[in-house]
Nanobody, 115 residues
Framework: QAPLVESGGGSVQAGGSLRLSCTAS????????MGWYRQAPGKQRELVAT???????YYADSVKGRFAISRDSAKNMVYLEMDSLEPEDAAVYYC?????????WGQGTQVTVSS
């Protein structure tokens, strides 16, 4: 299966913003439910946000009002706009694509937030 490739991670100060991008190959990208997950050191991977093929979105309570997930099916891209970042948001962020019970993951991109 073709990989997912994330980009856009980096280091910011608390209150700053970052935009993560994920590109996914495949002619049926438009059918995937796309999501962003994150994993901080010593913690389990957790769901951050998802966007379905029809554009419905879901957000974890911890990021509601601060993060926004979007997709551009013409470009096979999914984005995560992160505003008002907090030190607790620091983690490796992973892109996920799910379709017909099959889940694919990217390699992750590091987000560091300093207080």
């Amino acid at each position: 299966q073709a990989p997912l490739v994330e980009s856009g991670g980096g280091s910011v100060q608390a209150g700053g913003s970052l935009r993560l991008s994920c590109t996914a190959s495949g002619s049926i990208f438009r059918l995937y439910t796309m999501g962003w997950y994150r994993q901080a050191p010593g913690k389990q991977r957790e769901l951050v946000a998802t966007v379905t093929s029809s554009g419905s979105t879901y957000y974890a309570d911890s990021v509601k009002g601060r993060f926004a997930i979007s997709r551009d099916s013409a470009k096979n891209m999914v984005y995560l706009e992160m505003d008002s970042l907090e030190p607790e948001d620091a983690a490796v962020y992973y892109c996920n694509a799910e379709f017909a019970g099959v889940s694919r993951w990217g390699q992750g991109t590091q987000v560091t937030v300093s207080s």
